[in-house]
Every structure is written in structure tokens, then in C-alpha cells.
């Protein structure tokens, strides 16, 4: 029984540890795309917390600010995303919040 007790106490230090590195890395992730002036279609997807499918209807419909400079690549540009998210202030709240970091100044994008 006591043997059991510790695998039990092992494998719940091992979920708390993993719950600990895994908001690590969403804190350095956040940290990293606030500072990245061009942005790719993964920082999208995790910034917007909306799917590949989605984000691809998106920029299809010209429903955000996309550029595709060479066949296969798609790029967003920091501060345009930012003023677009703010555009979108309703929609997109807790977007917004995790480019707050950044000190990207959107007034020259109005």
C-alpha cells in the first residue's frame, strides 16, 4: 500500500510540474510574439486561438490583414494585427490582451 502511495504522490507531482512548464511556455511564447514584427500563420492561430481552417477562410475573405509574398507563405504584420484586433475590440478581448505586452504604437496605421 505504501508503494502505491508513493506512485500516487509521484504522478501527481509529475501533472503539477508538467502544469507549471506548460504556462512557462505559454508566458515565453507571449513574451517572444511581442516582440516579433512580422508574424507567421502559427503565431496567428495562437494569438487569435482559432484554427488553421479558420485563419485560411479569414485571409480569403480579406477579413484580416495578410501578406503572401512568395506562393505558400503567408505573413501578418505585428502592428497591423494590433490595430486590427483593437478594431475588433468585441470579438477579440483576450487577443488583444496578449499583445498588450508589445509596445507597438498603431497610430500610424489610422
Partial sequence: MAHLLTIYFLI??????????DIMEGLLRQQTLSQKKILN??????????SKKSLYRMIRQKKIPAYRPVKGKTFFIHKELKFWIMSHRAENIWAIEKLDNSDV????LE
Wanted: glycine share 4%.
Fill in 12 to 21: 501527481m507531482s509529475y501533472e503539477k510540474l508538467n502544469e507549471k512548464l
Fill in 41 to 50: 500563420m502559427a503565431d496567428v492561430m495562437y494569438l487569435l486561438g482559432i
Fill in 105 to 108: 504604437d498603431t497610430s500610424d
